[in-house]
């Protein structure tokens, strides 16, 4: 086709972005059968990351991009490993199944344009999230998503709870963004890199600054916030107000993992630390458990798997930090796992909701009559979420539990976490498999009384997920040979194989996970009596950081209307006071502060003629007139007497561009002011009080004293005439013009004389708008 | 002569800035109009001051003769006059409008924009 | 104002004046003068024939809004920097050509487009800055408004 690989990819890159644009005109002119064409694009760019796969797993890295600014060494350029190719092909792969699913669960909803717009717009920043090299597209993209999420959870923006919470993440994700800037500023400021492919090769020397923990710090502050970590976890259960497809691809599968996908991709040149191996197994810790046991205390079932993704969040972010290869492994093949299985499970609580009508776990029973096929893809799901045998999940729990016992008292502690965790995940996996479907079907207020099987577009997504983690899980050779091993790699930055195959073995794992099965089992049996165990838990503690940030959010905007009161009464007279005793402090402090007045300035050199000295005298006369002015005429001509001065000034010191323009500029301004002034009242004497008399004239004295300070200080030190000299030498020889004033005007400062012109045409358009538009908008 | 100029210049400073802080717009418009000329001033007295030779390279040569006049500041400055003369009328059409339409040319009777009651700002979502 | 003898020799006056101004924008480049001044000097005389024959006499002898005229001459200016453009050369550089007319040699470049863009602009914008301040109502149609604040009680301040 004569396109070379790099534009493939930089297509795949802005396809999403395209569909993005044209998602509300087609969804207008074909309805929700336009989500399938849409869908083109996220696959296609899928197809296009999917021939990559060969490469990579030979230990290859494919670079590719354009230079942008290469003056301030900007480059839009892509960097794909085992990491970031897996992570672009999730995205991609969900989404394509995303775009159908939503085109059936939002049919006939009158902005599913709009939706799909956004949602494609998402999935062109995650991409490019995952793909950057470089820091500033990365910090670009990474915001980029938070704005998308803060759309899409606001989609149903009629609804104040919707509104909060998209109006929650944004602040958390955002504010966590801005600190990922600063670290990433300063990682650029010690490392003098910009680029992920280039500082993934640092060793040491990072680690040794003695920035490295203010980086580690600030990238956590990024990282964290973006995969609700505790203690930032709350926005993304409220995130939950969101429509389901959403949740499902925003966040469980991709936007959420930004930050874990970040920490592995550091984790080369900032892991392997003490702060890295306390810090994120801590925080990560906490999460899981914190995440799971609150995912007991709902019946919503979309809460439920929301927590339980904060959990597996936690559990990612503890094996990053763990310190040890197998735990990067696992995470690796933990994180695969949960993208398929968190997926579907979320599609098909959608599916039920869209269905039912409801998804309240204690409404629901006996739903496998109606929709069997919905039914299998959350059996296949859930025990992949259990991490039963045969399945993706399993090698991802047995791997953990490897990584984790080694027998001393940390790997105890934390192989504890992960099982309470596990245990409880299975709990809800189960729970949200068979509860709503096994058992008898009974009738509740909000449940649908006629139910049916999900209509193609909804049932695809979920299932090709479902049967994806358990595909995975038989055919684990080939995953690992494409995808689990070559990520590991890229993480650790030295060349790993994973081998675990889905055959249980013997060994302290493998009675781990018999014990999380049973534990996860017998939860699973009391879930009721659990839930309003957990529920009663909870409350005890009482408010946490969700009602916090309320809080915190209404100091703020009451400190801010204070603060607005305090910088802002309302009287003209006080901003300008303030801004001249600032300009008057700052011209007299410095130089008396630090000794650097000016001499007493000579006597004037070469004496001053006669016309230089009656000129000079007449605009002080003028200046004088017009402070005592009492009525219209005076202020005109005294006006008009000082600037004719300044223009003769100007005349007499070889200046006579500025001289003519000068009188021409006086001349209209007496002609303007003439035609308003006849309009306008002045008041015979200035009425201020004595005292304020006194105090501004004192401040406007100041104030001038200041600029005869600093001009004749500026005397006192030569002139530097490199500008000068080049507009000397060159005027003539370059420009072909005589009048270097004209030509510096025209040619070598044109730039800068198109603004003026347009400052000129565009006070010109403001007058003509003040002058028509009159109050109540009415114009004669 | 520097020094002359200095002074001048720190006198058309001090008046325009204590015409602007008057209340009443009609001066303080009085003292911008000052103020721009001040200003130009300002940078034409920094790029140094040079009888009666204009900037104009003379037929036959390709530089200014050495006593020429600095054609920098004039070239900044001309720009400026014509500036400031387009936002002077602007403030004034400005003033006149606000004079007509609020009735008032005492500014802190103008709160159209600021009003003293300014309720806070809405709570919640 | 409107005496005769401005009513007689205004357009006179005028029309000289248009011409110098036409006069000081073209020898701006190596003369002084240029853009700036010669549309602030047509503007005065413009301004000249304004008060002799009044408002609508310059917009009629304008024929077209000077907004537009000034919108025309920022549109002239752009351009021709943007010239350079498509000869290779950064934004804003000056180009020349030398054409032969009549056996004369006259020099024409983007950079005396480009002045005559801001000529344009300088006459267009004071112009209607001008025009829209005469066309205004007087003082008259002011004292309708009154209230509190109005301008008849405002003596005592």
């Known amino acids: 086709m004569g396109m070379n690989a790099p534009a493939w990819t930089f297509a795949a890159l802005f396809l999403p972005f395209l569909a993005a644009a044209l998602a509300p005109v087609l969804v207008g002119r074909f309805g929700a059968r336009a989500a399938w064409f849409l869908a083109l694009a996220p696959f296609l760019s899928f197809l296009n990351f999917l021939r990559f796969f060969g490469e990579i797993s030979r230990g290859e890295v494919v670079t590719g991009g354009y230079m942008w600014a290469p003056s301030l060494n900007l480059s839009f350029s892509w960097f794909l490993d085992g990491l970031s190719l897996t992570f672009a092909a999730l995205v991609t792969g969900i989404g394509t199944l995303i775009v159908i699913y939503s085109g059936g669960y939002l049919k006939g909803h009158p902005h599913q344009g709009r939706f799909l717009a956004f949602m494609l717009l998402f999935m062109g920043a995650m991409l490019g999230l995952v793909v950057s090299d470089s820091f500033l597209m990365l910090f670009a993209y990474w915001e980029l998503t938070s704005i998308a999420s803060f759309l899409l959870i606001g989609f149903d923006h009629e609804r104040p709870a919707a509104r909060r919470a998209a109006l929650q993440a944004l602040l958390v994700t955002g504010g966590g963004g801005l600190c990922l800037l600063a670290g990433l500023v300063l990682l650029w400021d010690v490392t003098g890199i910009t680029q992920m492919s280039l500082l993934i090769h640092m060793e040491t020397s990072l680690r040794e600054s003695p920035f490295y923990l203010a980086i580690l710090l600030l990238v956590l502050g990024g990282c964290f916030t973006k995969s609700a970590q505790f203690p930032f976890h709350f926005w993304l259960p409220n995130a939950m107000e969101a429509p389901t497809p959403v949740s499902a691809y925003l966040h469980s599968a991709t936007m959420v993992k930004a930050g874990v996908y970040l920490l592995m991709r550091l984790q080369p040149a900032l892991g392997a630390t003490p702060a890295w191996e306390i810090l994120l197994p801590f925080f990560g810790g906490i999460t899981l458990v914190a995440g799971a046991l609150m995912a007991l205390r709902h019946t919503d079932m979309k809460m439920m798997l929301a927590y339980t993704t904060m959990a597996s969040l936690g559990l990612l972010v503890m094996l990053t930090g763990f310190g040890s290869p197998h735990a990067v492994e696992a995470a690796v093949l933990y994180l695969v796992a949960h993208a398929l299985f968190k997926g579907a499970l979320f599609m098909i609580v959608g599916a039920i909701d869209h269905e039912a009508g409801t998804r309240d776990i204690s409404k629901l029973a006996g739903l496998r009559k109606f929709m069997p096929w919905t039914f299998a893809a959350a059996v296949l799901a859930a025990l992949s979420m259990a991490g039963l045998p045969l399945f993706f999940g399993f090698l991802a729990k047995e791997e953990i539990y490897a990584a984790l016992a080694a027998g001393n008292p940390r790997a105890v502690f934390f192989t504890t976490l992960a099982l309470i965790g596990n245990a409880l995940m299975f709990a809800v996996a189960f729970g949200i498999a068979f509860k709503p479907f096994l058992g008898v079907f009974a009738h509740h207020e909000g449940v649908r009384h006629h139910i049916h099987e999900a209509p193609l577009s909804i049932f695809l997504g979920p299932a090709a997920l479902a049967l994806a983690g358990l595909v995975a899980g038989l055919a684990s050779g080939v995953v690992h040979t494409y995808v689990s091993s070559p990520m590991a790699s890229a993480i650790l930055h030295e060349t790993v194989t994973i081998d675990i195959s889905t055959l249980p073995h013997i060994g302290l794992p493998l009675f781990l996970s018999l014990v999380t099965i049973a534990f996860g089992l017998a939860i699973f049996w009391k879930l009721s009596r659990v839930r309003s165990l957990m529920a009663a838990l909870f409350e005890s503690l009482g408010p946490g950081p969700d009602r916090g940030f309320d809080t915190a959010l209404n100091a703020l905007l009451h400190f801010a209307a204070s603060v607005t009161r305090i910088v802002q009464p309302g009287r003209l007279e006080i901003y300008i006071t303030i801004t001249f005793v600032l300009v008057a402090a700052m011209l007299l402090v410095p130089p008396i502060v630090f000794g650097e007045l000016p001499g007493l300035p000579p006597l004037p050199a070469g004496g001053v003629l006669v016309q230089e000295g009656l000129f000079l005298g007449i605009a002080v006369i003028g200046i004088a007139a017009v402070l005592r002015a009492g009525d219209r005429l005076t202020a005109i001509v005294s006006l008009g007497i000082q600037g004719f001065a300044v223009a003769v000034i100007f005349l007499l010191f070889g200046a006579p561009d500025l001289s003519f323009t000068q009188f021409m500029v006086e001349t209209l301004s007496v002609v303007i002011l003439a035609l308003v002034m006849t309009r306008l009242r002045l008041s015979p004497s200035d009425s201020r009080p004595i005292g304020q008399r006194l105090f501004d004239g004192i401040l406007a004295i100041a104030c001038g004293l200041g600029f005869t300070l600093l001009l004749l200080k500026t005397f006192e030190t030569p002139f530097d005439n490199v500008l000068t000299d080049f507009f000397n030498a060159y005027s003539k020889v370059i420009a072909h013009g005589a009048n270097v004033v004209n030509v510096i005007i025209v040619d070598f400062r044109g730039t800068d004389t198109l603004g003026e012109i347009a400052v000129v045409t565009i006070t010109g358009l403001a007058v003509l708008a003040l002058i028509r538009v009159r109050a109540g908008g009415k114009t004669p | ?125 | 104002m409107n005496t005769l003898i401005l009513r007689t020799v205004a357009p006179f006056v005028t029309a000289l004046t248009l011409l110098f101004s036409v006069f000081v924008l073209l020898r701006g480049h190596n003369e002084p003068g240029g853009g700036f001044i010669g549309g602030l000097i047509a503007v005065s005389g413009l301004a000249l024939y304004g008060i002799a024959f009044g408002v609508g006499a310059v917009r009629r002898a304008l024929h077209f809004h000077p907004m537009a005229i000034a919108g025309a001459g920022l549109f002239l200016s752009t351009l021709s920097g943007t010239i350079s453009l498509f000869a290779g050369v950064p934004f804003m550089t000056g180009l020349w050509i030398y054409p032969h007319l009549f056996g004369t040699e006259i020099p024409l470049s983007t950079v005396m487009s480009f002045d005559l863009g801001v000529y344009l602009v300088v006459l267009g914008a004071i112009t209607s800055i001008a025009l829209a301040l005469e066309q205004e109502p007087g003082p008259e149609a002011d004292e309708r408004q009154s209230g509190p604040d109005g301008p008849q009680k405002r003596g005592d301040v």
Not at chain 2, 101 to 120: F, H, I, Q, Y
């Open chain 2, 1 to 125: 002569m520097e020094t002359l100029f200095a002074v001048l210049i720190g006198l058309f400073f001090a008046a325009a800035i204590y015409l602007m802080l008057s209340k009443y717009t009609v001066r303080i418009l009085l003292g911008v109009a000052l103020l721009g000329n001040a200003v130009n001033l300002l940078l034409f007295t920094t790029g140094g001051l040079t009888r009666e030779v204009p900037p104009i390279i003379p037929a036959g040569s390709d530089v200014l003769s050495t006593v020429a006049a600095n054609p920098l500041p004039q070239a900044l400055i001309l720009t400026a006059i014509v500036i400031s003369f387009s936002f002077f009328a602007f403030l004034l059409v400005l003033t006149y409008r606000a004079y007509q339409e609020l009735g008032t040319d005492n500014t802190d009777k103008m709160r159209l924009a600021e009003p003293t009651d300014e309720p806070l700002p809405p709570m919640g979502y």
